[in-house]
């Protein structure tokens, strides 16, 4: 069992941009349709940034909300740790451009890369610092422009991702019993061939060769990833359940990263809870990859779903492959 320093959320934020990109725009664009992007996905809409919106942009949006709810300012922030596979650029890391934009003038930060689990990679990275109590206020981020490496071209892909952004804050918890409970983190870095983004790093920089290639578009072969999702998910959050003595019944939420509704369902079934415990927006945003589950934070506590003691699972499974699962006691 991973021994947990105490660290707990205090605030939830998210922010998407307001353009819509419906499953109808895409079948104008691509050789699908309605019908099949519902069914394999339950995906309808996505909310995708204009030209010249980035992922640092929309941070701050979600940041902004969130020290204004939690009546933080900026100078009391200690560290930023923002999940993204879509930096605004190479570096500096997105996080010192956040920093700046909203006067964190207290604060070191750095990216990280663990794509769809990047939030969850995050949340732990943060709470090590929350909860050894030398940083009191961190900000977790977890934020991607997937519109930006997306082959609008590629049928395959083009469905599944949207853009978007949340943030929480992490302070440390006053005792064991509140904040995160547990966690599992691990990877299997055979994976990283069937889910990434050939070009712009060091392998292969961009030149006219890698453009005419499209390598700086996600490729995506689908069905493997989607096995290992499910069956990586399912595992992990039933582990986590059982290490702690807990059933799905005393679950007051999960909160999986919204990859393909299918992929939530198996979740859903293996760990034998009904849909009311279930928090589900793939529907509206698509896979937002490492913006997810704090989107998904953000919803469920607009719809009145989230609520102090209750247990809450968050689960995901990205590129590398990354899987990741915690398990807290929603503290406010
Ligand atoms: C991408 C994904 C939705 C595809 O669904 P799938 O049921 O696995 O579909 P397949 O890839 O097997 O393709 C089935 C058929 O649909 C076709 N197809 C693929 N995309 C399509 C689209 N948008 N519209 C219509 N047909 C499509 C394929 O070409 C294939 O046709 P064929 O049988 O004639 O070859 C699914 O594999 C998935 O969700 N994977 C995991 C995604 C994921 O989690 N990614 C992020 C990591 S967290």
Known sequence: MARCIPAKITGVAGYVPPRLLTN???????????EWIRSRTGILTRHIVDKGTATSHM?????????AQTHTRPEEIELIVTATVTPD?????????????????NAWGFDLSAGCSGFVYALTVGMQFAGAGTHKKVLVIGSDTMSSIINYEDRATCVIFGDGAGAVLLEPAQNESEGVLDFHNDVDGSGGALLNMPAGGSLHPASHETVDKKMHYVFQDGQPVFKYAVRRMAEV???????????GRDLGLVIPHQ??????????????????????????????????????????????RLKKGDLVL???????????????????
Do not use: H
């Open 24 to 34: 109808q725009d895409i079948e104008k664009m691509v050789d699908t349709t309605d």
């Open 59 to 67: 941070s701050v949006e979600a940041v902004k909300k969130l020290l």
């Open 259 to 304: 990859a393909n509704l299918r992929i939530i369902r198996a979740v859903q079934e293996r760990l034998g809870v009904d849909d009311s415990k279930m928090l589900i927006n793939i529907q509206q945003y698509g896979n937002t990859t490492a913006a997810t589950i704090p989107l998904g934070m953000m919803d469920a506590l607009a719809q009145g």
């Open 314 to 332: 968050i689960v995901s499974v990205g590129a590398g492959f990354t899987t990741g699962g915690m398990l807290m006691r929603w503290a406010y």
């Open 89 to 105: 650029m190479m570096f500096p890391a997105t996080a010192c451009l956040i920093q700046d934009r909203i006067g964190a003038k």
């Open 237 to 247: 959050a039933a582990m986590l359940l059982e290490r702690n003595g807990f059933t």
